[in-house]
């Protein structure tokens, strides 16, 4: 019991060091990234973030968006609600799938790369060489890097959109003719720029997450190569910080994840819709309603009422 | 100057209230068992680590206490040689010795940069090695890298830690040849950290022999072989 209270108290107080030594990083990038700036090795990350993202986060895209297709499509059309299927793959790529597909995919690839590097960089005192040829080696590797992943974080998001709506296109026309042109006009109609560049520059918040958590973790490290805990921390944190953050963000909005007072509601007027038409129990209706494909259902609705809204 | 230098990493005391001085043209060899803190000293001295007492002043400033624009000024006019030479491993032999000069000599155009690169690798012996990243080349030849990009920005104070560990007798006879040039040509205040007595005897005018966190004995090589210290004497028993 004493052991148990002592490794919690021990647990707390490395957290919170963890956070006030994140914190103070922070404010040193802040203040060493003011002037003179190392464009040479910014536009180096911008390539090395962004470009050199853009075909796995493309891919995952692609895959996303086949998977989202088929599994909409046999919702949908049980529901009899089959014309919705371009606006609901069009709006759940743009507004979560995508963003959150990049955050993931480049926190694992550049977040984890990033840190791999400054740590080996620290355990072979090669920071301590830019240091003592008096370089800011926080000027030079931590602000372009981040700066780098909040600039780049976009680019592979628009990437990875395109790709998981084209191939949600191609999943669909596999299985019954649809048009590309149709697909797009009836996916975005009546949306607006206001409808999409929020969740694309929202990855810029994922960017400056995981370009911070990675260059904190890969800076502070000590040891050796194996170092296991940082890098396991680094390739977690972002990961980790990004879908929460995402998590607090598409509470905020009632696009991205139904309310859950409006899931109820459009599960009730279902459960009512299907009793009357149907003959089935209003109780059973709601029972059907509260399974998993009812509720993706409620939340395609709303999306649908909420689009048009606009 | 080092003044009453106190340092320690956690419980264990490193530098125990450590005092030397080094002029100018004058090259004090630093000498001690393995742990003793030698390595932390240079590293105090190049403001890498903050003392927990005493003082560190160049040029009558206490680096301590200096803000980090303050210092960088500073070290520009300091080379320092890492054990491990600690070159860029991303970057070629001729990239990590033009470093120092993009970063603190923009006045110099690219040519120029690239022709004192070359200089100063052909000094080293390194000037067939140009295009070779630093995994690409053994640890002898990466310290003389090491000591080329040391010396890019024309020093005026040259910090040494092991330059001629792990080269072989003629590599390491070369490194001290070019340090004592150097010395008689730019007259630069150097602290070597070494355990080659032979290395010693050729580059160092003074040596300090450190034990337990202090200074044991300080003086020149035959000052040590006349020491009656027991420590002394079987340190230089050993060599």
Redesign the interface.
Known sequence: MYRSAKSSKGFITEFLEWFGDLGIFSWQVVRAAVTPYEFRELFLQLDELGSKSVPLVALAGAATGVVLSLEARYSLTRFGAKSLLPAAIAFSVIHETGPIITGLVVSGRAGAGIGAELASMKVTEQIDAIEASAVHPYRLLAATRILACILMLPLPTLAGDACGLFMGWVAQAMVGPLSLHQFISSGFKGASFNDFLPPTFKTAVFGLIIGLIACFQGIRTQGGAAGGRPCGHKLSSPVVAVRDSRRRRASETHHSILPLSATRNWQNRYAHNRSSCDGVTPSRARRQCASRRGRRFAQVLWKSKGFERH | MVEDLHKSFGSQRVLNGISLTVRRGETLAVLGRSGTGKSVLL?LV?G?EKPDSGSVRIYGQDIAGLA?DRL??I??K?G?L?Q?A?????LTVEQNVA??LQ??KKEMSRSEQGNRVKELLAEVGMGGHLEKMPSDISGGMQKRVGLA?ALALEPEILLLDEPTAGLDPISAAEVDDLVLKLQEEHHMASIVVTHDLHSVKTIANRLALLNEGNVAIEGSFEELQKSDIEFVREFLRHP
């Open positions: 590293r190049i890498l980090l960088g000024e070290r520009k300091m320092f890492f491990h600690a070159l860029y491993d991303s470093f120092p970063h603190h990009r």
